[in-house]
């Protein structure tokens, strides 16, 4: 199973950028899948997670700007980021859990079996 993510790039504050997460290597669906972003010199952090059945968990300091969402036929993964901020700035990676899953599982990260290898996102003030 790979999962790859893109379109990561330079933004101006205020500005939007969209993630997609292609999953292969699986003919089914992932149970959980979720963004966590990691910025230079700070620890790994959640960003958004939805699960098969859609439901979804925000970190705090993105609820109302970003929206997570997934096309289970085409196995992809999408963070829509809106009203972007300087702190945003950080690198994305995209997870899946095939099986069941914890909330602080999700929470951590510590639950997902998957990653992809990153894109960076930089917003520039």
């Known amino acids: 199973v790979q999962l790859q993510a893109s379109g990561g790039g330079l933004v101006q504050a205020g500005g939007s950028l969209s993630l997609s997460c292609a999953v292969s290597?699986?003919?089914?669906?992932?149970?959980?899948m979720g963004w966590y972003r990691q910025a230079p010199g700070k620890q790994r952090e959640l960003v958004a997670a939805i699960t098969n059945g859609g439901s979804t968990k925000y970190s705090d300091s993105v609820k109302g700007r970003f929206t997570i969402s997934r096309d289970n036929a085409k196995n992809t993964l999408y963070l829509e980021m809106n009203s972007l901020k300087p702190e945003d700035t950080a690198v994305y990676y995209c997870?899946?859990?095939?099986?069941?899953?914890?909330?602080?599982?999700?929470?951590?990260?510590?639950?997902?079996?998957?990653w992809g290898k990153g894109t960076l996102v930089t917003v520039s003030s």
């Open positions: 997870a899946a859990a095939p099986g069941s899953i914890t909330d602080w599982g999700i929470s951590t990260g510590y639950g997902m079996d998957y």
């Open positions: 290597g699986r003919t089914f669906s992932m149970n959980a």
